[in-house]
């Protein structure tokens, strides 16, 4: 799929003796894995070239991966490929320099993408930019290297983006692409000890959420998380906005949503579903992203009440119009 715009890029790469890497802001394990991927890969088949990941921003659960490089001067980007990998929209590039490069290249996975970078590669339908990392890979087998270290940083991705390969987006092509990483000799036991093991405190938060868990009339599990909350299990805004995962395995609940306060007042939403898709509530909202991973935005706490009836009615409607939900 995709061929000629895959072969322009891997042309593309082979004209240019630097590459710069980023991702968007606040990473996940798509957009670290993707990225260092990409570069141990290029690393390991030009070595001649200079390969360097740059963002503004780094740190989380993901910080494992491997170390990204320092920034460097204006001018140091005037020869250079810059690709932006599992973002579409330019604002949330991490690295604020990346547009000062000769060219830019984009691949994405996420809905909509605004048009911008002179090559374009965008697949809404794959489960993570990491599979497409892999599939690039896999297309040029023949050209490139990859080892196991490079095909870890992916398949880490793969594994956080899709929840552990049980997204709708989730293919039998994302698994043959995951089968061919592990080939390599990836090794699982310590990868998922590196992405799936709580600190203590984190299990403590974890039955705190539980607690503070409620379920709507026609299912929609949702929980608030104050500051003093946030301050008191020492988390950020987006670590505490992680746990919206833990309201994922409620019976008869298809949607399920985190709300955080924001130190400025504004109260972050996270939204998650099954069945139904929930990115043009996001959308109403004001925020966006997957079918049944999106976010947005409330100017204060009176938002909650509605965003809660909205989804509340999308349960409703959805129950109405099936009978095999559960
Ligand atoms: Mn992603």
Known sequence: MNTAIKRKLLEKIKQYDKIIISRHLRPDGDAVGSTL??????????????VLVINGDYGGYTAFLGQEDAQRDDEYYAD???IIIDTGTPDRISNKKYSLAKEV??????IEPESFGDISWVEPDRSSACEMIADFYAAFKDELKMDADAATKIYAGMVTDSGRFRYESVT???LRLAAMLIDTGID???LYANLYLSEYEELKYHSFVLNKMRVTKNGVAHFYI????????????EQACEAVSYLG???GSIIWLAFIENADGTVRVRLRSRFVTVNKLAEKYGGGGHACASGATLKNRYGIRK?????????????ANNTDWM
């Open 172 to 174: 039998g092509e994302t």
């Open 80 to 82: 250079a490929l810059s």
């Open 105 to 110: 290249a984009v691949i994405d996975h996420h």
């Open 307 to 319: 965003v809660l009836a909205d989804a509340d009615g999308l349960i409703a409607e959805y129950k």
């Open 188 to 190: 699982l036991e310590r």
């Open 37 to 50: 991927g990409l570069k141990g890969i290029l690393k390991l088949t030009y070595p001649e070239k200079e």
């Open 226 to 237: 104050s500051l003093d909350a946030q301050k008191k299990f020492g988390l950020t805004a």
């Open 249 to 251: 395995g409620l019976k």
